[in-house]
């Protein structure tokens, strides 16, 4: 059947358990089995699709098993919840920003300790003094008192002091429940310790990013012939769109967008701990290519690193990239050695 929206999970959920793994059930990319323009009836879709399975041209997607697919609820969900927790702590800053208070200029986190202590005092008062705010700063912020303060002219009515209580309770409320569904996601992602504790061996990946990982790939990689296969099927792999010699196009596909934007945020991470080989990778290829294509193509390296750890049960070892690191040191030496003597210079070799 076609993979089209969420109409095939019902079906699929109610035929999985019936079939026992003796019968496969193919899920299929609609766009692999498009058939001509014009002749487009359920009917016809039916015995299309009939038509290719007998032909043995139609290959099923990839779908985990069940416990991996409710792990998926928990971990897409979560990701949704921050992303509203993200969009509430904007509408506060701009209502208070609205209504003359514009701290957040001043401080590195606005819903901090400092920031939130001051919210609350702004919504049991109104306005607040230079006692008060000192009450409310914590550490290093106190020196910059004066510069807060002057940021804090404003002055709140009863309703704006209750629409405050509102949207922030609604905040609170959300970071509540983003708890709530990470205490389930640890819950069952303990099912699953063996492969928990592999991703957590990467630099930049903790409990919450191995656990969105392994929701979306599983842990047995035998669905995935080698590391370029599971790639393409993350997007993570250039397109292949070649005629009469010209190569038209070469950007990624959509693929999976819940693995892909996790593999790019544990990148960033990695991005910035220059001590690891892969950090340094990453600003070799940024160097040439930008930070976007850097960061999709650490983001590949990663997923192949993880399907290679899952599929043999080795954990990542920085060690290992020591040979490629010196390789690296020698290509450079020799590139800008190669670049000095092209601008007339003569270069000794200490010793």
Known sequence: MESTGIYWQPIYEM????????????????RHMKNVPGRKTDMRDAQWIATLLRAGLLKGSFIPDKTFRELRHLTRY????VRDITAQKNRIDKFLQSSGFRFTAFLS?????????IIRHLMEYGNISREALDRCLKTQTRKRIDEILIALNGSL??????????????????????????????????????ALSLLCSIPGIDVTAAA????????????FPDSQHICSW???????????????????????????????????????????????WYWRIK?????????????????ALIYTMLKTGSPYNEDCF???RKQSERKRASRMVNELQKLGYFVVAPG
Not at 167 to 190: M, N, P, S, Y
Request: charged share 25%; with cysteine; net charge positive.
């Open 78 to 81: 979560r990701k949704s919840i």
């Open 212 to 223: 969105a990982i392994i929701a979306e790939i599983g842990t047995d990689m035998s669905a």
């Open 109 to 117: 986190d606005a819903f901090g300790a400092s920031g939130r202590n």
């Open 15 to 30: 035929l999985e358990p019936c079939f026992d793994g003796q019968i496969s059930i193919l899920v299929v990319n609609a």
């Open 322 to 324: 020591e040979i490629r």
């Open 234 to 280: 993350a997007g993570l792999s250039p397109g292949n769109n070649e005629s009469a010699g010209k190569r038209k196009s070469a950007h990624i596909n959509k693929g999976n967008p819940y693995l892909k934007s996790m593999l790019c945020e544990v990148g960033w991470v990695i991005s910035g701990k220059r001590s690891l080989y892969l950090s340094g």
């Open 157 to 194: 009515s009863e309703h704006q002091r209750g629409f405050l209580r509102m949207i922030f309770g609604h905040l609170e409320a959300l970071e509540q429940h983003r708890h709530t569904v990470e205490d389930a996601i640890t819950k069952e992602i303990t099912k699953h310790e063996e």
């Open 287 to 303: 160097q040439r290519k930008g930070a976007k294509r850097a960061t999709i193509a650490l983001a590949r390296k990663l997923l």
